[in-house]
């Protein structure tokens, strides 16, 4: 499956956003998917992550109560909603898929920055 990452941009703190992540190539609902981030000098690190079918999903403590998965297997969309963006969510965004939903995931999309000033 190819994965293509959408809707980054610069925003001021207290904004909100929505990524958007297209699939191609395989059947997209064979699919978990997740959003993963790279902070500027930081490790790769976990957002969030969605079941097949889009009703079971999990967030990391960072981000849990701000930003909302969800996808769209009709369309083979990916989403990512984003609000009350702080400074420190500032990092390039990737959106990823696995067919067994567990890490390391399989497959990645290219990244979107998303830059929150303060």
């Known amino acids: 499956v190819q994965l293509q990452a959408s809707g980054g941009g610069l925003v001021q703190a207290g904004e909100s956003l929505r990524l958007s992540c297209a699939a191609s190539?395989?059947?997209?609902?064979?699919?978990?998917l997740a959003w993963f981030r790279r902070p500027p000098g930081l490790e790769r690190e976990y957002v969030a992550s969605?079941?097949?079918?889009?009703?079971?999903?999990f967030y990391s403590e960072y981000v849990k109560g701000r930003f909302t998965i969800s996808r769209d297997n009709s369309k083979n969309m990916l989403y990512l909603d984003m609000n009350s963006l702080e400074p420190d969510d500032t990092a390039v965004y990737f959106c990823?898929?696995?067919?067994?939903?567990?890490?390391?995931?399989?497959?990645w999309g290219q990244g979107t920055q998303v830059t929150v000033s303060s």
């Open positions: 990823a898929a696995d067919r067994n939903g567990r890490h390391p995931f399989q497959y």
């Open positions: 190539g395989d059947t997209f609902s064979n699919y978990a």
């Open positions: 969605i079941n097949y079918v889009g009703d079971n999903t």
